[in-house]
């Protein structure tokens, strides 16, 4: 039961923190989309002036007019998934409006500082799933060891005590009592197998808690290899994608540039913008995910704790 609710106090916490960060992720998302429209609208504009003086065709109008209607339906889209996520989060907490706390900046994520042999092992040993299956082997032994017990002789100390009245003389009565303290050994001789198929049936059940017991351990030691590879993965895309705003960033300057001096056209505008602005929504995505994978490998190693959610909340602003 204590494993039981351990397993429990982790997967809320576990919980919690991903409806945390799914609401900053909706907020990001939304966010982005409307910075993308705005960039769009400007665009549109710009076309239609270009238009107007004969220095560009409709077809540049009309592209960044499709590029503004699918930003607004992007927009309802991600703004109708902020609320979701919203009501989920506050579902959680038992509050209404909570306000999730941006990361501060600059970012700094946290990685793992020991190897994974030493979350595996710690896993193998204090995962709640693993202190259960330990728990069910222990009780199948004893339970092993009581069919045993059933075949061996027994001793048992009596004693009884009794009281009473007799008629002691003609017309005269007066209490007696009776004590006697002994010693009892049975010797069972035969039960018609009924001891030694119970001791068959525990072996079995011995037998397959043991195997309980060891797919337990393999189970969390593959999940808690899975998380840590997990966690490392995330950081190292987070840098690519840290490069790939950047990147981004002057891609785009270098393509409104082209586009003012006539060497490129308004559809590479708005791709670029597109693309600047999807790396950004991604990134942000990505660094929650690393916090929220760090959380899980704590959780697959069995040691969750809400000292670990106060490390990723220092990582927030104030």
């Keep these: 039961s204590a494993a039981d609710l351990d397993a429990a106090e982790q997967d809320l916490m576990l919980r919690v923190s991903q409806a945390y960060f799914d ?3 909706a907020q990001d998302t939304l966010g982005t989309t409307r910075a993308n429209k705005a960039a769009i609208a400007e665009q549109l504009a710009s076309a239609k ?3 107007e003086v004969g220095t ?3 077809t540049d109008t009309r592209e960044a007019q499709a590029r503004y209607d699918l930003a607004t339906a992007q927009e309802i889209a991600a703004d109708n998934d902020l609320v979701t996520k919203q009501i989920a989060l506050d579902q959680l907490v038992g509050s209404e409006h909570v306000v999730p706390k941006q990361l501060a900046v600059p970012v700094v994520l946290p990685l793992p500082t020991t190897s994974v042999e030493d979350f595996v092992a710690r896993a193998a040993a204090e995962h709640p799933t693993v202190r259960r299956a330990q728990a069910a082997y222990d009780i199948a032994l004893l339970e092993t060891e009581k069919a045993r017990a059933g075949a061996m002789p027994t001793v048992d100390a009596v004693a009884t005590v009794g009281g009473g009245r007799s008629t002691v003389a003609v017309g005269f009565t007066g209490p007696n009592t009776l004590t006697s303290v002994g010693v009892q050994i049975n010797f069972p001789l035969f039960a ?3 001891v ?5 049936e525990t072996l079995v059940l011995e037998e397959r808690s043991r195997n309980d017991l060891e797919a337990a351990r393999r189970g969390v030691t593959q999940a808690t290899r899975q998380a840590y590879y997990t966690l490392l993965s995330g950081a190292a895309q987070v840098k690519a994608l840290e490069a790939a705003e950047a990147s981004s960033q002057l891609a785009l300057e270098a393509t409104q540039v082209g ?3 006539g060497i490129r056209v308004n559809v590479d505008v708005l791709n670029a913008q597109s693309q600047l602005y999807q790396t950004r929504r991604d990134l942000a995505r990505a660094r929650y995910d690393v916090l929220l994978n760090t959380l899980r490998l704590d959780q697959a190693a069995g040691h969750l704790t809400p000292a670990d959610v106060l490390a990723i909340d220092r990582l927030l602003t104030p």
Excluded: E
Excluded at 196 to 200: A, D, S, T
């Design 56 to 58: 560009a065709t409709i």
């Design 259 to 261: 586009y003012r001096v």
């Design 196 to 200: 030694q198929n119970r001791i068959k």
């Design 23 to 25: 609401v900053l992720g």
């Design 49 to 51: 002036r270009n238009f």
């Design 192 to 194: 018609g197998f009924s």
